[in-house]
């Protein structure tokens, strides 16, 4: 067959259907059944018309080829948009999952700490509440006793006769009395001092002294030394305690200054905590010495016999003795009042400038109150 085919009109007049379909518009020549099924074809107007609905054909499959492979990329982007919405999906899902967990391992362990700290705490508080609480009772135990025996204590009636002398009575209950007292003022003050301050107790700062702390560079010298070195090192530079704490943190030169800020001022607070300390030894000791003077005071106006048991009966001593009066205000003329303490990090000349930049007001200022004992 030949590449062009042409056709005879009725004038004889040859046509090349090839070119004739390619100047009509079709992109995409006429295939070789076409052109064959055109060549049988007479009559040129019958032609012609094959002509168009072949071009209109042609058109046609041009539409839908890129139609459809629009379709198929569409598609495909689609599936594929799914495919990774659903792995971003499960990504996010374990991600939760996995911070969910998390924060209830560090709940249940906070809350773990939080009540062990409680249990501490009321552990040490039971145990000087128990001795307060039983000094007390006894006290007030032995103390009724001794009023049973000089009154009626249904009728509130004074016997002119106690079942024994006075001074005997008193005798057999001081003893007693100045023991649970020596225990009491034992465990009070062993509270007061073990608990300074309610919160963890650190034990470098009682290594806090008035050694100086050594410079960067000798910290940054011990830390480049082996193990078996630093022993050496340790004992020709004379290192404290604080220097091995700050070492083990392996600080920069910022770091390092920071801590030198913290500890000079824990070195403040910790001379004004011992301070206070001595002021709490000094008041133990003068508790343990002037109660035993005052009631050896007492035991020798009962016992001189100067006056008689009838005459102590009839007096006021008796009544003053019997009364529930509040010894912290009547006898001591001690006042109470809650006082309101405010700290605030701002005002601490070694760290304040630095506290003023770094936290907010409510940051840095911590009130707290505190009963305020004063005499007149």
């Known amino acids: 067959m030949e590449d062009k085919i042409s056709l005879f009109d009725k004038s004889g007049k040859k046509i090349d259907i090839y070119q004739e379909a390619t100047m009509s518009g079709l992109q995409n020549p006429l295939s070789v059944f076409q052109m064959s099924e055109l060549q049988e074809i007479d009559d040129k107007k019958q032609q012609q018309i094959v002509l168009e609905e072949c071009e209109e054909e042609s058109d046609n499959n041009e539409s839908v080829i890129p139609s459809i492979e629009n379709k198929i990329d569409i598609n495909s982007k689609r599936e594929k948009g799914k495919i990774r919405s659903r792995k971003s999906r499960a990504r996010k899902k374990v991600y939760i999952e996995q911070l969910e967990a998390k924060i209830e391992k560090l709940e249940a362990e906070n809350f773990r700490l939080q009540n062990l700290l409680v249990s501490y705490r009321n552990d040490k508080l039971k145990v000087a509440n128990k001795d307060s609480y039983k000094f007390i009772e006894s006290s007030r135990s032995m103390k009724e006793q001794s009023v049973r025996r000089i009154m009626n204590l249904d009728t509130s009636e004074i016997g002119m006769k106690s079942q024994v002398p006075i001074h005997e009575d008193f005798e057999d209950v001081l003893p007693k009395l100045i023991s649970d007292h020596r225990n009491f003022l034992d465990t009070t003050f062993e509270s007061l001092i073990n608990n300074p301050f309610p919160g963890f107790k650190m034990k470098y700062l009682g290594d806090l002294d008035d050694t100086p702390i050594k410079s960067f560079e000798v910290i940054q010298k011990y830390l480049k030394r082996t193990t078996s070195q630093r022993i050496e090192f340790q004992e020709e530079h004379n290192l404290t305690q604080i220097d091995h704490l700050i070492a083990s943190l392996s600080p920069n030169k910022k770091q390092y200054n920071f801590l030198i800020k913290k500890f000079t001022r824990e070195k403040a607070i ?107």
């Open 270 to 376: 910790i001379d004004r905590f011992r301070d206070g300390v001595k002021l709490l030894l000094r008041a133990k000791q003068t508790f343990e010495q002037n109660i035993p003077d005052m009631m050896l005071t007492f035991r020798y106006f009962l016992k001189s016999g100067i006056l008689s048991d009838e005459q102590i009966l009839e007096s006021n001593l008796t009544k003053s003795f019997i009364s529930k009066d509040n010894a912290i205000e009547d006898i001591w003329k001690v006042k109470i009042a809650q006082k309101q303490y405010s700290a605030d990090l701002a005002a601490c000349p070694m760290v304040g400038k630095s506290a003023f930049k770094r936290f907010k007001k409510k940051e840095r200022v911590l009130d707290i109150s505190y009963n305020h004992f004063s005499m007149d």
